[in-house]
């Protein structure tokens, strides 16, 4: 059983700081890539960010130059570094990941809670 647990959301003021962990935990034989998606009140599903298991990173354009994703613990661990935060920023942000948990099986999607992040003065 393959699990994604998040922690770190929270409400912070315009133009402050949060980071997101996400922990990947279970029968892990290797992660294609981890990404950050976010779901905002009324709008679709949003990917903010992705960084392949090689450390090749992509940003959403409205996030690019705030953002930061980066990966610790031999790749099972993702971090989002949120700076310079917007009120158009709140959303929950969900983690995904692409898991194989046999050497050459099938990959699998998995997805962490979600984590509020409130925006907001």
């Known amino acids: 059983q393959v699990q994604l647990v998040e922690s770190g959301g929270g409400l912070v003021q315009p133009g402050g700081s949060l980071r997101l962990s996400c922990a990947a935990s279970?029968?892990?034989?290797?992660?294609?890539?981890m990404n950050w998606h976010r779901r905002a009140p009324g709008k679709e599903r949003e990917l903010v960010a992705s960084?392949?298991?090689?450390?090749?990173?992509n940003y959403a354009d409205s996030v690019k130059g705030r953002f930061n994703i980066s990966f610790a613990n031999a790749g099972k661990t993702v971090y989002l570094q949120m700076n310079s935060l917007e009120s158009e920023d709140t959303a929950v942000y969900y983690c995904?990941?692409?898991?194989?948990?046999?050497?050459?099986?099938?990959?699998?999607?998995?997805w962490g809670q979600g984590a509020q992040v409130t925006v907001s003065s």
């Open positions: 995904h990941a692409q898991i194989r948990s046999d050497w050459l099986g099938p990959k699998y999607d998995y």
């Open positions: 279970g029968r892990i034989s290797s992660i294609d890539a």
């Open positions: 960084i392949s298991s090689g450390g090749n990173t």
